[in-house]
């Protein structure tokens, strides 16, 4: 009777939980991509097989990348690179070449990285675009890599965000604007310096905020048309750091919004993009001269259309994750047949 009884009970409080559980990881899954918007292949229908043959390079994805699966199949079709098996099939750990291993997928007592003895040709990778500040810290993964993939130029494997690559265009012209400044932001945390910095810029001019905190969600659809249909887009990363220039600058100049930037200093970006690509906030001595210059471009066409002029023989190239970082990881051990080992990437990475 009474196991009936609690039966009974429990049923409805499971299904509660269950329905509010599939609620929460929907919604999850809906807020990431579509405020952060990197770049993702279309996932094929139908994956072909890849063989591997004597002179493949095998890489093995160790974790999913913040748990979502991508296309393993493209190295070749996509990025030209030859000779690449990606896989995730753990069997192939001892035929593997090189592991993959996510960052923020590892878990804190390190319980799932891979136990078994590694092969003496075997390189582990350390793939990570999460900025340190965003990064967990784990003890005891300091001496465990050889090679580290990551958005900064002196890494192993270096992939920034996206590139700005030669092109011929003879008449680049802006998508039709009708708002001067726009801002999607995913995260809201008032101790940020973006936060901070927004609530006074807001106090001079009009800014279009989208995003869950301003109760103006933005569907993955009209992502790029909205952001083109702004003059300015304000590219302010979540932390500053060297070389830490996200999608939030790649997209706009890929659009043809001019980005304006906070993060690191204007010289570093300009190790990246074009300087009259961008605006950056310590151009100016306050956020309140900086909305006086964006008003004054707003009423001069001929100024604005300056921040245009780097089209002429450029464009911006953003770089697929996940899987164009796996290919080229693939494209270096083929290149790089050295011993490497990595014994500091704690210091390397989040410094003393
Ligand atoms: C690997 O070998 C196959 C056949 O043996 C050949 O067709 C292919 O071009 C080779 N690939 C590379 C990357 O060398
Ligand atoms: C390590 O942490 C995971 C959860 O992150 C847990 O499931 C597992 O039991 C832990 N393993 C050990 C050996 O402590
Ligand atoms: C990779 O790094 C580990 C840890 O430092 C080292 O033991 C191993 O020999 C290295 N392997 C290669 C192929 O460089």
Redesign the pocket.
Known sequence: MSVTANHKTLRPLLVTTIILGVFVAAFLMYIKPSTSMIYELAKSKVSTVQVIQPNSTVVLVWLWPFGKTFDLSVCSSHFKIEGCVITADRSLYSKSHGVIIHHHDI??????LPRTQRPPFQKWIWMNMESPTHSPKHPGIGNLFNLTLNYRRDADIALPYGSIIAAETKNFVPPTKDKLICWFVSNWNQDHERVKYYDELKNHVEIHAYGNAFGSHISDEDYFSTMGSCKFYLAFENSIHKDYMTEKLYNPLSVGTVPVVLGPPRKNYENFVPGNAFIHVDDFSSPKELAEYLLLLDQNMAIYLQYFEWRRHFEARKTYFWAELTCRACDYLKRQKVYQAFNSLDNWYWGQ
């Open positions: 878990s804190a007592n390190l319980s799932n």
